[in-house]
Every structure is written in structure tokens, then in C-alpha cells.
């Protein structure tokens, strides 16, 4: 079955009305798609460490548990990073939600099929490591049902989302490693975080 | 247990932690650890996080940092070579880093396999931008971890303490084998 939803919309959708959703993108497109959307203070978007943004969304989730978390990622990132789907479940953080935008491909690198394009089914896994709410979302019919579960379901909760393998224009978030974290804390916990 | 085990580094390791205010501690299980480890898990006031492999450490502690917690990391040397990447992170956004290393591969190691990544350990750490402080006595560990909680929080270093295998005790091939 071929994908039909654009990851663009997808993350669109996801980060409309985001209202105080703190959001962690995961190097690769996410971060790109996420800056499409508008750049957001309380995004932290990744320029590096693949494999490690579900796990920055659960450090988030644990000292945070209050707020709702977002970790949006690629397929090729969270397969680099895929026991932290048995970490976050050990934990089960209530206000986690990891949404994988998956486009079978390593789009970055010169879009090179993922083991997701060769049948592998990471909601199975997530289910599998103990994320029992884990799901594969294929149709825009599905998407505000997955919109209100980022913003409600008791986590952790996880969806793989099967979306068109385009190569699209970059949009780039800032740069600058200081800069996003000291935004995204000033951002979340008032200007007592610049002298914690 | 090695006569210098006398002094008990682990609850000393432990309470110094808590008076920090570290409440999230994220471990791949070292033997030398094993103690503060149960200490860590028996305790309400800490959110203890076992990891699949030291790499989640890292961004475990920087998602908690954005979220205004303190948090240390609990490794094996071999541990250290999982997460070099992702210290680039840590470098670039200059997230606070505390880890507490239990050395293998040095002092009577038995185990040849150890010995690479053990011998590498403090030069990989340093060539991140990491400081790397030892500690070779029990009764050296606790002020070592004091000093690197402050380094950390108060002047946002990355920040190793290296517990010597002098100090968790050599064993015999058997007594690993029995472990
Ligand atoms: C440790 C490491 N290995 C490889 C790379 C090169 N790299 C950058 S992005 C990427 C692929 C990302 O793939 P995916 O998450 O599927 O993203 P998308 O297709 O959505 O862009 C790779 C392999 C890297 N940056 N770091």
C-alpha cells in the first residue's frame, strides 16, 4: 500500500494550535518540516546526536510531567535510537507521544531505503517493547484523531506515520546549540532559568 | 570484597546527589555500581531511568535539563565509546553533564577485551571536551562527585569522574564468573 499523505501536512496539522506543547524534532526532515510550520521557542529542534530524540523527549516528559511532550522524528532516526522505545516503556511517561514521520527512507542522505520500506513495523516494536498505545496512522482521515491523542492520551503513546517520500525544499530552524536551549528554557521556566 | 570497600562510597555518593538536587539518574548496570544503583531505585525522590545502552543517557539528561532538572549518568568505561557522538550535543548546546564512570580494562584487569576501550577512556572523554576528574580511594569519590555536581550546574561543564578499578577491587576470573 503506497502512502498518500505529504509529510508537510502532516507536521502542519500536528503543530497547529499547539497551544504550551513542548516539542523535540529528531534530525532529518522532521527538523526541516517542523521550521516549515514556523519556528517555535519552545521547539527544540536537533542538528545532530541521531538516534537520541525520543530519549530528549523523555528527559523532557520525566522533569516536566505537568507539560505535554512531542518527539516528531524520521524513520532512519528513531531506528538508530530504537531501544529507547524499551526505555520510555519501562518508564511509561503519561504526557510522552512520539510520532515518527515515515517515509521508508533515509531522506537526508540521498534517500536510501530504511528497513521500515523493507516490511518492518515499528508500531509492532513499540508495542512490543511495552508502548501498548502504538499505532500506524495511513490516511488524512486519521490525522485528527492522532492530533488530539498528542495532546491527551495518557502516554506514552507512539504512531508511525506513513507519509509520500519527497525530497522538498529546506527550511532551516536556528542553528546555534546555546541559543535553542537557552530560548527553550527561558521559554518554559521564566528568566529564573538564565541563572539556574 | 576488597579491604578498601571499607569506606562506603555508595550512600556517601548517594546523599551527595540528593543534596544537589539530582532527581533523574540514568544507568547501564556496572558491577562497582550495583550498590548505588538499589540506592538510587529505593529512593521515591529520584526518577532511576535503566537505559538499553549509555547513548539514551545523553539525551536523557539534556531533555531534562530543558526541563529545569538536574540529573547524573551511571556507566561502565566500555559505556563510553556508546555515547561519543551524541557528547557532540552536549558540547554544541553546552549541556550540564554529570557521569560517574567505573573503570575496567586498567588496575589486574583479567578480561583482554576490557582493555582497549578502558586504556581509551579518559583520552576519548577529554577529545569531546569532557573534564575528567579520578578518583583512586574510596574516600576520594565522594569530594570528586561533590566537585563535579558544581562544575556542572554552576559553570555548565560536561563532567566524568573516573572510579578507578583499584577502588571497586580486582577480581579473580572465578569471582566474575560467579557475579
Ligand atoms: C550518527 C550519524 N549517522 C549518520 C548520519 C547521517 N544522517 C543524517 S540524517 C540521516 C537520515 C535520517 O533519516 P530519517 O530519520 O528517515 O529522516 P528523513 O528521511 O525524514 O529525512 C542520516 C543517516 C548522522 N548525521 N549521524
Redesign the interface.
Same mark, same amino acid.
Given at each position: 500500500m503506497s502512502a498518500t499523505m505529504k509529510r508537510r501536512d502532516v507536521v502542519k496539522t500536528l503543530l497547529a494550535e499547539r497551544g504550551d506543547l513542548l516539542v523535540v524534532t529528531g534530525l532529518g526532515s522532521a527538523t526541516w518540516d517542523a521550521a516549515a510550520a514556523g519556528d517555535h521557542v519552545l521547539t527544540f529542534p536537533m542538528w545532530g546526536a541521531m538516534g537520541n530524540a525520543a530519549m530528549v523527549g523523555l528527559g523532557l516528559a520525566l522533569a516536566r510531567p505537568e507539560r505535554r511532550v512531542l518527539v516528531l522524528t524520521g524513520d532512519g532516526e528513531m531506528l538508530m535510537g530504537i531501544g529507547s522505545l524499551a526505555t520510555i516503556a519501562v518508564q511509561k511517561p503519561a504526557n510522552l507521544a512520539i510520532v515518527v514521520i515515515d517515509n521508508e527512507h533515509f531522506g537526508e542522505t540521498g534517500m536510501q531505503k530504511t528497513h521500515t520500506a523493507h516490511g518492518m513495523d515499528m508500531a509492532a516494536v513499540a508495542k512490543g517493547c511495552g508502548i501498548a498505545d502504538s499505532h500506524v496512522v495511513r490516511s488524512a482521515a486519521e490525522l485528527p484523531a492522532l492530533v488530539k491523542a498528542t495532546r491527551t492520551a495518557r502516554g506514552p503513546y507512539f504512531a508511525q506515520v506513513k507519509v509520500v517520500a519527497e525530497k522538498l525544499a529546506l527550511t532551516l530552524p536556528p542553528r546555534d546549540g546555546g541559543l535553542l536551549k537557552a530560548r527553550f528554557r527561558r521559554a518554559l521556566l521564566g528568566e529564573s532559568a538564565d541563572t539556574q | 570484597m576488597s579491604a578498601t570497600a571499607s569506606v562506603d562510597w555508595s550512600l556517601a555518593v548517594h546523599r551527595t546527589l540528593k543534596d544537589a538536587g539530582v532527581? =533523574?539518574v540514568g544507568y547501564v548496570p556496572d558491577g562497582g555500581h550495583k550498590r548505588l544503583i538499589e540506592l538510587c531505585h529505593a529512593d521515591a525522590g529520584m526518577?532511576t531511568?535503566?537505559?538499553?545502552?549509555e &547513548? &539514551? %543517557? =545523553? %539525551?536523557? =539528561? /539534556?531533555?531534562?535539563?530543558?526541563?529545569?532538572?538536574k /540529573?547524573a549518568l551511571l556507566m561502565q568505561s566500555s559505556g563510553v565509546g556508546n555515547i561519543i557522538? #551524541?557528547l %557532540?550535543?552536549v558540547a &554544541? #548546546?553546552?549541556?550540564p553533564l554529570v557521569m560517574l564512570i567505573t573503570m575496567r580494562g586498567e588496575y589486574g584487569e583479567f578480561n583482554p577485551w576490557q582493555v582497549p576501550m578502558g586504556q581509551a577512556t579518559q583520552s576519548v572523554l577529554e577529545d569531546m571536551g569532557v573534564v575528567v576528574q579520578r578518583a583512586d580511594a574510596p574516600e576520594a569519590i565522594e569530594s570528586a562527585v561533590n566537585a563535579a555536581l558544581r562544575l556542572a550546574y554552576n559553570s555548565y561543564c560536561a563532567v566524568a569522574v573516573l572510579i578507578g578499578q583499584r577502588v571497586i577491587g580486582i577480581k579473580s576470573f572465578q569471582e566474575q564468573v560467579n557475579q
Open positions: - | 532527581k =533523574i526518577q531511568v535503566v537505559m538499553t545502552t &547513548e &539514551e %543517557g =545523553i %539525551g536523557l =539528561i /539534556s531533555g531534562a535539563w530543558l526541563g529545569g532538572e /540529573s557522538n #551524541c %557532540g550535543m &554544541e #548546546c553546552r549541556f
